[in-house]
């Protein structure tokens, strides 16, 4: 049978991470009372210590400290698009140009 994955809000993991560091219980005995996979609280717990304001940004959030490189990467894309985009055109305007055809007739000069 396929388990799906579930997923927690930051709610809940703050809830998690405060009956590890407050009540003083196991991760694996949160785990097992909360019903969640093993390793997951720990991991919650060493997230919440490293960066305890902004823990759990939720998803398609950024955390502060990422948001300025995202945003230069996003930069940098565009930057390239837009090279590429610049040097297909200089080597189009670049071309020697080849005989036209003219559909109307010259005039000769005597």
Not at 89 to 99: D, E, N
Request: aromatic share 6%; with cysteine; net charge positive.
């Amino acid at each position: 049978m396929k388990k799906t994955r579930r997923k927690f809000d930051a709610d809940f993991k703050r809830q998690a991470v405060s009956m590890v560091t407050e009540d003083r219980k196991s991760c694996r005995t949160v785990e097992r009372d909360l019903g969640i996979s093993e390793g997951i609280v720990y991991r919650w717990v060493q997230e919440a210590k490293e960066d305890p304001k902004n823990a759990f940004p939720g998803i398609g959030n950024i955390k502060p400290s990422n948001a300025d490189l995202h945003n230069l990467l996003k930069e940098n894309e565009q930057l390239r698009r837009q090279r590429d985009i610049l040097k297909k055109a200089l080597a189009i305007f670049s071309q020697t140009p080849g005989r036209t055809t003219n559909s109307s007739p010259t005039m000769q000069r005597s």
